[in-house]
């Protein structure tokens, strides 16, 4: 399978600037034909009631402790996996930056905000950076049925990144709860190291599927900067994989 090597947008580069010192490397892998806008491109935003959901599940639940009765707000989700994927090729981690919704709705409104479903929809959307929901995170996704945790790594990367990296390569790291007061998931994370010679494809996830993504890459030095700034919009398992990565790897590579 051929994929092509292009110059990134600077554009996307120049949204990162304030946000991440030193040098945020993005794949040499995109196709001319992605549109230079593939994250920034939303419209319509609307909020609704959830009715039905394939992926979250929402209970209420009653129970006594220490003889007070509580009850607690649950979702319950999909188990998912990461991986902190480095190139030994050029000696940087592979990341993907996507635009995530709650991410943009909560960081665009404070949390003491009313959000009742009118007041949200009446918010102009439109007005709102959308850099709000632009997060940088480590590959990864959720388990799917009939796939072990490995398995299912292997083919996000390969959907996401574009390298088909052998499954043996996955080293389990660890498995952890998050937002434990909340949905209270399993995550597994992993560690991989890829090649050029492994890249396949220019990745960018599944658009039939709703989901778009951009490969950008990092070298060490600046995993370490990125790493002690106070304020990143990026989830916990990019900060634990970094934090691991540097502690484990980084002096060995």
């Known amino acids: 399978m051929e994929y092509t090597r292009t110059r990134f947008w600077s554009r996307t580069l120049t949204h990162w600037k304030h946000q991440i010192p030193g040098q945020l490397q993005p794949s040499r892998y995109f196709s001319t034909k992605r549109p230079k806008t593939v994250l920034e491109d939303i419209k319509g935003m609307t909020v609704e009631p959830i009715r039905e959901s394939d992926y979250l599940k929402t209970l209420k639940l009653q129970f006594?402790?220490?003889?007070?009765?509580?009850y607690r707000?649950?979702?319950?989700?999909?188990?998912?996996?990461?991986?902190?994927?480095?190139?030994?090729?050029?000696?940087?981690i592979v990341l993907v930056r996507q635009f995530r919704p709650?991410?943009?709705?909560c960081g665009a409104i404070p949390s003491t905000a009313d959000n009742?479903?009118?007041?949200?929809?009446?918010?102009?959307?439109?007005k709102v950076p959308l850099e709000t929901g632009i997060t940088l995170e480590i590959p990864g996704g959720i388990i799917d049925e009939n796939m072990t945790a490995a398995e299912a790594i292997k083919q996000e990367v390969l959907e996401e990144c574009g390298y088909d990296v052998p499954l043996s390569s996955f080293e389990?790291?660890?498995e952890f709860r998050t937002s434990t007061g909340v949905s209270g998931d399993a995550q597994t994370m992993f560690y991989a190291e890829c090649t050029d010679d492994m890249k396949v494809s220019e990745g960018g996830g599944k658009p039939t599927n709703?989901?778009?993504?951009?490969?950008?890459?990092?070298?060490?030095?600046?995993?370490r900067k990125f790493i002690n700034q106070k304020v990143v919009n990026a989830n916990c398992a990019l900060l634990i994989g970094m934090q691991w990565f540097m502690y484990f790897k980084a002096g060995k590579i």
């Open 102 to 105: 709650a991410v943009f709705v």
């Open 73 to 92: 707000d649950v979702a319950r989700v999909h188990a998912s996996i990461m991986v902190v994927l480095y190139n030994r090729t050029r000696k940087v």
């Open 116 to 126: 009742s479903i009118e007041s949200l929809n009446s918010i102009d959307w439109s």
């Open 64 to 70: 006594t402790q220490n003889g007070r009765k509580r």
């Open 172 to 174: 389990n790291i660890g």
């Open 210 to 223: 709703g989901e778009f993504v951009e490969v950008v890459e990092m070298s060490v030095p600046d995993v």
